[in-house]
């Protein structure tokens, strides 16, 4: 059974950096796709990044990009998320998730992923 566990999220101010990290044991990082993703309160899960197992090509979403930068170690088994000149609206649960069997098209799609970590908060203050 792969499980998922988060670090790295905090408080930070306006254009300031957090680093987060996704552990994964039961399975070996190089053979999923991973992703983050985010929540906030009353509002559905949101991709932000993923990184596709079969051509490592990194994905993220329009708001994130330039800013964000997805990336996986493989001798740690760990995945990712280095956020960089962060804003109030980044401020949420940030998820990791992966999947063995992820197709590009629907690497976006919080349902298609089969593991998920159990969050971490980032909170960015004004």
């Known amino acids: 059974q792969v499980e998922l566990v988060e670090s790295g999220g905090g408080l930070v101010q306006t254009g300031g950096s957090l680093s987060l990290s996704c552990a994964v044991s039961g399975g070996t990082v190089s053979r999923y796709t991973m992703a983050w993703f985010r929540q906030t309160p009353g509002k559905e899960r949101e991709f932000v990044a993923a990184?596709?197992?079969?051509?490592?090509?990194?994905y993220y979403a329009d708001s994130v990009r330039g800013r964000f930068t997805i990336s996986r170690d493989n001798a740690k088994n760990t995945f990712d998320l280095q956020m960089n000149s962060l804003i109030p609206d980044d401020t949420a649960i940030y998820y990791c998730?992966?999947?063995?069997?992820?197709?590009?098209?629907?690497?976006?799609?919080?349902?298609?992923?089969?593991?998920w970590g159990q969050g971490t908060q980032v909170t960015v203050s004004s």
């Open positions: 990184l596709h197992k079969n051509n490592n090509a990194k």
């Open positions: 998730a992966a999947d063995a069997s992820m197709i590009v098209t629907t690497l976006r799609q919080a349902g298609q992923y089969d593991y």
